[in-house]
């Protein structure tokens, strides 16, 4: 097992059930640190099973302990989190489908309460999950970095990532904390039980259901490498503000098929690439499967706001500064496909 100078140091992480929050747990117990986790329900296998896998496959069930709490509820965070040594706030709901006003509404009222518990519990240092969704894709052919800001706003989780992170900076300046932030990409990779957007077409991709690829904009990072972003966040002094991890960059969701069909030659991901000028037959098939489903993945207002950028954003902070290696990207894409099989 790797080990680092944590010196058995005690991190809470929120939301740990999560595609981020669970490899971050792995990551931190790989690392020596322990670590105390929330979750909405400790009666619910799916939230709480994975999790605690890792531990078991360490043999570090002793540095894992799980709690119960909802971040939209502000009471008894600051005993939960006291006794601590950071806190990793990485609980959001990550979705373009569900309801629209509660993926805000957690983002928001989750940051303030997070953040006012961590104050209140003497934690200094607090490393936030929040997204490229807050960066934005934006001015189209120049390079974006941590300077940059979402001015779009169409949809429900653009939205939510852009406010709650302002939100959270404005916390940081009146509760005197040290917040340093994370803007991850598209994350792929495996260790997930309940895929978010960023994963969930790979079964379809590979069995043909998506017929054409859009050159819709994604840059890409693994899971992996997002979890230790956080980690090193933390450990490293100098670190601060924000940090993009988002490597693998001026690529389209076309250059993912491409990649995937070469990984997996037997596979039947989509060969035709689909131009901006043709966009309007996604929008449509997508509208065809939303009467079915309930669910739109992709509007026009959606797909507009897509286009509108690139995916030309620099990660070189975080190279720099946090010494990342970036997993590759046929890494992110088998790692992705092979956790539907795990």
């Excluded at 706030?89 to 309801?99: G, V």
């Amino acid at each position: 097992m790797a080990q680092s100078n944590s010196g058995t140091k005690k991190i809470f992480v929120t939301g740990v059930n999560g595609h981020i929050g669970n490899n971050i747990v792995r990551d931190l117990l790989e690392h020596g640190y322990s670590v105390k986790g929330s979750v909405r329900s400790l009666d619910d296998p799916k939230k709480v099973d994975h999790v605690r896998q890792h531990a078991i496959d360490l043999d570090c069930q002793d540095r894992l302990e799980l709690v119960e709490g909802d971040i939209l509820d502000a009471d008894g965070w600051s005993e939960m989190i006291s006794g601590c040594d950071s806190l990793f706030h990485t609980a959001t709901i990550y979705s373009n489908t569900d309801d629209g006003q509660l993926i805000i509404d957690t983002a928001i009222s989750g940051t303030v309460h997070i953040l006012s518990a961590a104050k209140r519990a003497g934690i200094k240092r607090v490393i936030y999950t929040s997204s490229i969704a807050a960066v934005g894709n934006t001015p189209k052919g120049r390079e974006k970095t941590e300077a940059d800001w979402q001015t779009e706003r169409d949809s429900p989780y653009t939205v939510a990532k852009t406010d709650s992170e302002k939100r959270a900076w404005e916390l940081a300046e009146t509760l005197d904390l040290d917040l340093r932030v994370i803007n991850p990409g598209a994350v792929l990779g495996g260790s997930f039980v309940n895929p978010t957007p960023s994963v969930e077409f790979f079964p379809d991709l590979i069995s043909g259901k998506i017929p054409m690829a859009p050159k819709i904009p994604i840059p890409i990072v693994h899971v992996k490498d997002v979890a230790k972003a956080h980690r090193r966040a933390y450990e490293v002094e100098e670190a601060e503000g924000r940090f993009i991890v988002a490597p693998h960059k001026n690529i389209t969701f076309a250059d993912v098929c491409k990649t995937t069909r070469k990984l997996y030659p037997d596979s039947k991901a989509a060969k035709i690439a689909i131009p901006r000028t043709l966009m309007f037959l996604v929008v449509f098939f997508d509208w065809i499967s939303g009467m079915k489903s309930g669910k739109r993945m992709m509007t026009r207002k959606r797909a507009k706001g897509l286009f509108k950028g690139d995916s030309n954003l620099s990660s070189d902070k975080a190279t720099r500064v946090l010494g990342i290696e970036w997993e590759s990207l046929e890494s992110c894409i088998k790692d992705s496909v092979e956790g539907f099989n795990s």
